[in-house]
Structure formats: C-alpha cells, structure tokens
C-alpha cells in the first residue's frame, strides 16, 4: 500500500492547533511564513513518498548487513540518504551560522512525521544526526563548531549517541568505558557500547559519535560521566579524511522490526575523541541530545500510526463482507461495518491528538528560545519541559495502539506479513522501549517536571484548557463538554494530589505509583486539548466560508468520537494515579511467583 503525506493535516496543526504563528511573531525566523510552510511540507512528503516509502518493506526483508567488521546499509538506503542530504533536510531547523536554514523546531518536526511514517528505519540515522548537532552548538568548542558542526548539518557525515553499555542500561552512572588523556588534548577511548543505532554504515564517508565516558580521576556515579566526540575517521587540519579511528562495530543486533537500520554493538579501543564541554558533566550535556531526541522520537509514534492507519484504512475500504447496516448492501466493504468504522475513527482521532501534541510542544521549544521577554522564554521552557515526556511516551503508545488496531482490522491477513500490516507493529514496538522507557518518562514527569516550578506549569495547562473548554458550547452540548470537563478535573486533582504526596518525605513511593497513569491520563486530556482547539478553528473557517467544508466538518466530528472512547476513561486513569505505593509493596516477589 502507498504512503500519502498528510500535509493537510500537518499545515493544519501546525497553524491552528501548535500556534506556529506565535514563532513567527518573535521576527527570530525572519524566512519562514505561510508559503515557506507549505512549500516545505509539500516537498518533504514528496521525498517521503517517492523516495523512502518505496524501500521500506524491502529493508525490512533485506536488512542492514554486518561483515568483516563493516555494516553495509539495505539496498537503496545509501542512495536515498543522499538524495536526502541534497535535499538539505538535515539543516532545515539548524543554525545559520553552521550552514543550516534557520527555520522553527515545529516545521522541523512536521517535516520530519513524513520520514518516519515513510520510513522508520531509515528515520533514525538523520534523527540521531539532529541530537548530535544540538549538543555541539550548544556544548561543543569552536574547533569542533567549525570542523564538524557544518557536514553534520549539511547531511555530509551523520551522527551517533553512544551511551548504554551491557552492564548500564537505563542507569548510566554505572558505564565503565573510560577515555585517557593522551597529553595533547585528545583523549584515548576504551570500552564497548550496545544498541547504537546506525553507528555503523556505508552511507557517508565519516560518522560523528558522540560517547559518554569516564576520565581517570572523576567521580563514581553520573556525576563522573563527561561527553567525547570520536570520528570513523581522523579529520585532518584541512577537513581531508584521514586514518581509520580505533574503534569498530562487533556485530549488528537481531531485532523484532526497524530491520533496516543497523543498531550496533561498538568496541572502542584505545580511540582518539575530543571532549565536549566540561568534565564531569557529560550527563547534562548528552540530555540536549536525549530531549531532542525525545521529542523526536514521539513524533516517529504518529508517523508509525499515520502510515498503519492508511494501511487500515485502504484494507477496509476494499475487504467486502457482510451486509451494511446503513446501505443494506450485501458484500460491503467492511469499513460499513460500526465497530471497524468507529475502531478507524479512533485511531484517526489518536493520530490527530498525538500530532497536535508534538507539534505543541516543538512550538513550546521554538518559544523557549526565541520568545519576547525573559519571563515569557521561562513560562514557554516550562511548557515544553513539561510536555517532553508526554509527548514522547504518550504519542509512542499511541504509535503500538494505532498499529496494532491497525493489524487488527486487517483480521488473518494483517498476521501475514505480505500485508505490511503486521511490519508497522514491529517497528512501533521500539518507540516505547528507546531514549528513555516510557516508565522513565513517567518517572521524569512527576519526578522532575512536574515539581521542578512547584507545579506551576502544569497549572497553566490546566488553565489554558479550561479557557478552550468555555468557547465549546458554541460547537457541542451534552456529553461532548461534560467529559472534557470531567477530564479536566481528574487532571487538575491527579496533579494537587502528586504535588502533596512530592511534599511529604514519605511520600514517593506513592508518587512512582502513579506515574504511569498521570502521564496517561495527561496525554489522554492534552490530546483532547488538541482536538478541541482543531475543531474551534474548523468552525471559524466553516464561517468565514473558507476551506473544504467536508474536511473541516471532519476535525469537528473527530473531537466527538475522542471525547465518547477516550475522554471518558479519565476518571479510572485518576483513580490509578492515587492507588499508592503501600497497595504495590503488599505484591511481593512471591504473591507474583505465585
């Protein structure tokens, strides 16, 4: 089946669900305005869809190779990556100064959903790229600004994250690889890293890693963690290739999906890097790179769904069975069936929600940057501080939910893999596992973000959500406003609750409790949020006489359908934040053995 860019729908969010005309406003982005929108959107799904969804299901079958020490891409993916670079879209957001276009986060990121939903695999390797150059603008020395920054921009060298080791995972305060000063201010880096994704490849010249590593002298834990940048190979004084670097990859996990992108086993021995910013402090410099990753990887979760849903959708309006309720027809197709109608409507609903959440928070990030004044920059870091995580975990459980769905209407044939169906789920399944569990950004939510300002961003959403609930009445009455608002008040009294339980010394056993159902539980209403926004803005165009009446009638139906399947689940989501921690310890290892 073929992918189809959801420009539309991605123009849309981006105006009037994120407010992208607020990142306008700060005149930081003197090039972008409506036509650069949509002239980037519309190339960016062309590339998607002739160039990248085409190799998809064959570097699947095919896979990235390991051999004689080397990973050769899937056939195809070497080529299409240049044509990528060429394009220029590893520099569409990155700063103007290293060569890249300047233009918003939030273009940067809709852009980036068609990649992903062409191609998930093939995805990553510019992903990985787009973290490596934030860190070094932001961290990085004027050597390494000047030498590196602008081939990793121009698509020319790709990037790597380096971090998890077998024996640290998640708790990177145990990695053991170790980086000794060689004298003239190079260091020599030992150690082996796990789960590297396209650490190795044949689809540039030179790959940049970015490697957490310990000095000799530095502290246990993650206070003893400083970030190295080591190249495939030298980079001499004049930007020429030099000498292969000591370090390699061992072999190429075997994974459930994302086939096609090599995820690496790397052995470090005794290579030349250069350290990133300060000693000792790695961790908070790889964290630009794993925010921004984040984020980035939330929006794979709505690429993945957007491209399974199509797949659901064209199945279903082709697959006859039955007769239709509504036309009487005998051998319908099955999308006249109710519950495949309502199961498309919903996933449709989801995609649309997690969209607007991700593109928001892009927009947050944009505004954290660029905004007018220094209190309007800390309120805008606040918000996406806060919607990182959410929309991360919450946007990739909706990727596995949508896929899955997806699978299912497909019935015995979305079990056979010639359908494709059964490979979106494969390749959703990573997103809620890597840069962080979604238990981890569950964890950071109340752990960190949600306390971090005393809860004060957090309050704000809840306001602003209340401002959009007051304007609904023109559009719905009934149960569509009663369980927003509901919802809006399971969140409002999950967060007071969380926020008391943090203040009380014996209290965080409970708040880790309830972490997972809290982000849930915000996703579910931010995500309704969003729909709600879309369908006030679908009514004023409806008005106004402007737009394709059908389409706009659609975003208005669509918070409808989520407000009756998702909303409504608000209230159990609220009593599970408040389960306790107490009610946990009482399931001991032995009644789970049992």
Request: proline fraction near 4%; include cysteine.
């Amino acid at each position: 089946m073929t992918y189809r860019a959801p420009v539309r729908d991605l123009a849309f969010t981006l105006k009037a669900v994120a407010g992208v005309d607020r990142v306008a406003a700060t005149g930081a982005f003197p090039d972008f305005d409506d036509d650069v929108m949509g002239a980037v959107l519309e190339a960016a799904g062309q590339l998607s869809e002739n160039v990248l969804a085409p190799l998809n299901r064959s570097g699947d079958l095919a896979g990235a190779v390991y051999a004689n020490g080397a990973v050769t891409a899937a056939p195809g993916f070497a080529e299409a990556y240049g044509e990528f670079a060429q394009g220029g879209w590893t520099g569409l957001a990155a700063p103007v100064h290293a060569g890249g276009q300047g233009l918003p986060k939030a273009l940067e990121l809709a852009a980036f959903e068609t990649v992903h939903a062409a191609n998930m695999a093939f995805g990553l390797c510019p992903m990985l790229s787009l973290a490596a150059i934030e860190a070094l603008d932001a961290h990085g020395t004027e050597h390494q600004k000047t030498h590196y920054l602008p081939r990793l921009v121009s698509g020319e060298w790709t990037g790597a994250m380096c971090l998890t080791e077998p024996q640290a995972g998640s708790d990177l305060g145990a990695l053991t690889s170790t980086a000794t000063p060689n004298g003239d201010g190079t260091y020599s880096l030992t150690g082996q890293k796990i789960y590297i994704t396209w650490g190795d490849h044949d689809a540039t010249p030179n790959i940049v890693h970015m490697v957490l590593a310990r000095l000799p002298d530095a502290p246990p834990g993650p206070k003893g963690i400083s970030l190295f940048l080591a190249n495939k190979f030298d980079v001499r004084a004049d930007g020429s290739l030099g000498d292969r670097n000591a370090f390699r990859p061992v072999g190429l996990e075997h994974k459930l999906g994302i086939h096609a992108s090599p995820t690496c086993v790397m052995a470090y021995e005794g290579a030349r890097a250069e350290l990133v910013g300060r000693p000792n402090e790695g961790l908070s410099h790889m964290f630009v790179m794993m925010n921004a990753a984040r984020l980035a990887v939330g929006v794979q979760g709505v690429g993945i769904a957007e491209r399974a849903y199509q797949a659901a959708l064209a199945y279903a309006l082709d697959r006859r069975q039955g007769r239709s309720v509504w036309t009487g027809e005998a051998g319908a197709p099955i999308v006249d069936h109710p519950d495949v109608r309502r199961s498309l409507a919903v996933m449709k609903a989801r995609i649309a929600a997690a969209r607007g959440l991700c593109l928001t928070t892009g927009v947050a990030a944009d505004l954290a940057r660029h905004a007018d004044s220094e209190e309007q920059r800390q309120f805008w870091k606040g918000r996406e501080d806060l919607l990182t995580p959410i929309a991360k975990a919450w946007s990739t459980d909706v990727g596995v939910q949508v896929a899955s769905q997806g699978l299912q209407i497909h019935g015995g044939m979305g079990f056979i893999e010639e359908t494709g169906a059964a490979q979106h789920y494969r390749d959703a399944r990573i997103a809620p596992i890597y840069e962080g569990t979604n238990g981890i950004q569950a964890m950071d939510l109340v752990g960190r973000k949600l306390g971090q300002d005393g809860g004060q961003a957090a309050r704000d959403i809840i306001s602003d959500m209340r401002g959009t609930l007051a304007r609904l009445p023109r559009l719905y009455a009934g149960k569509p406003i009663e369980r927003f608002k509901a919802a809006i008040d399971a969140v409002e009294d999950a967060t007071l609750w969380l926020l008391d339980r943090k203040a009380d010394p014996a209290g965080g056993a409970d708040v880790l409790a309830g972490a997972d159902a809290y982000l849930t539980l915000m996703g579910d209403v931010i995500g309704g949020w969003m729909l709600a926004l879309g369908a006030l803005e679908a009514r004023a165009e409806l008005d106004a006489g402007q737009g394709d009446a059908g389409w706009l009638e659609g975003r208005i139906a669509l918070y409808e359908v989520y407000a009756a399947n998702v909303l409504g689940h608000a209230s159990s989501r609220l009593a599970a934040v408040g389960q306790g921690g107490a009610l946990l310890q009482r399931i001991t290892v032995d009644v789970l053995a049992a």
